[in-house]
Each structure stands twice: as structure tokens, then as C-alpha cells.
């Protein structure tokens, strides 16, 4: 049986993290000594390590929750998990798509820079440009 400090060194979680989890469901009450102190066991400490494992591909806790249900019941169909595992790849997908459309426009601001003063500076022209980049953005312009 592991004290919370211990679960908390092996699986790289913060105490506090552990206790949250707790509250909200995605790990169980643990069993308790005679004197309150929480212990978990091996099963516990799987748990949040997957949980953790998880949170590290991004996944969020609500989908957490639906993997762990999935988990908890061996019999279920397999194609549910890859389900949830082609939506995220989906999500990421896009989010690398605007990420290089960030790292794009920052490179072009960059290369366009005189590097004059800065009452010339393309960097700032353009941020300062912010609200006319939200209009185009909003028409498709």
C-alpha cells in the first residue's frame, strides 16, 4: 500500500492533482489507515498512471473519463476507443495546422522587419493591424 506522497513521486502527479481526480470521479476513494491517512494499491496506481499518460497526449479529462469506462468494462467493443482516439488525432491535426499558420505569418513579419526604428517596425505595424486581421478573418477575406 502506497501513501499519497509515494503515488504522487512514481506517477509524477502533484498531491493536490491526485486529490482533485478524487473529487471529481476519475479515481476512486482510496482505503484509509486508522489514523485517516489515504493508501492506494497497485490498481490505483495504474489508474493514475494512464490517467496521466493521457493528460500527456492532450486528451482531456471528459474524454478520460469515457476511456477509463471503456477500460473498466473489458467486453466492450474496441472500435469505441478508436473512436475517440480518430477524433483527437482530428483535433491535434488541426491544431498543428494553425500552429503552422502561426509560425508562417511570424516568419513573414520577421523576414519583412527593416529593422529601422521602432516607429518603423513591421512586427508591431502588424500587431497593431490586429483588429483589421480580425475583420478579414471574420468576412474570409
Known amino acids: 500500500m502506497l501513501a499519497i506522497g509515494t503515488l504522487a513521486k512514481r506517477t509524477g502527479t502533484k498531491v493536490q492533482t491526485i486529490r482533485y481526480y478524487e473529487q471529481i470521479g476519475l479515481m476512486p476513494d482510496p482505503g484509509r489507515t486508522e489514523g485517516g491517512q489515504r493508501r492506494y494499491d497497485q ?25 477509463l469506462d471503456l477500460s473498466d ?18 483535433e491535434v491535426e488541426a491544431r498543428i495546422a494553425r500552429l503552422e499558420a502561426l509560425r508562417k505569418e511570424l516568419k513573414r513579419m520577421l523576414r519583412e522587419c527593416r529593422r529601422d526604428t521602432v516607429s518603423d517596425c513591421r512586427v508591431l505595424e502588424v500587431l497593431r493591424d490586429h483588429g483589421a486581421c480580425l475583420a478579414n478573418h471574420d468576412t474570409g477575406a
Open 73 to 90: 468494462n473489458p467486453s466492450r467493443s474496441c472500435a469505441e476507443v478508436d473512436v475517440i482516439a480518430h477524433r483527437h488525432l482530428k
Open 43 to 67: 490498481a490505483e496506481l495504474d489508474r493514475l498512471a494512464f490517467i496521466r499518460h493521457a493528460r500527456q497526449l492532450g486528451f482531456t479529462l471528459e474524454v478520460i473519463r469515457e476511456l
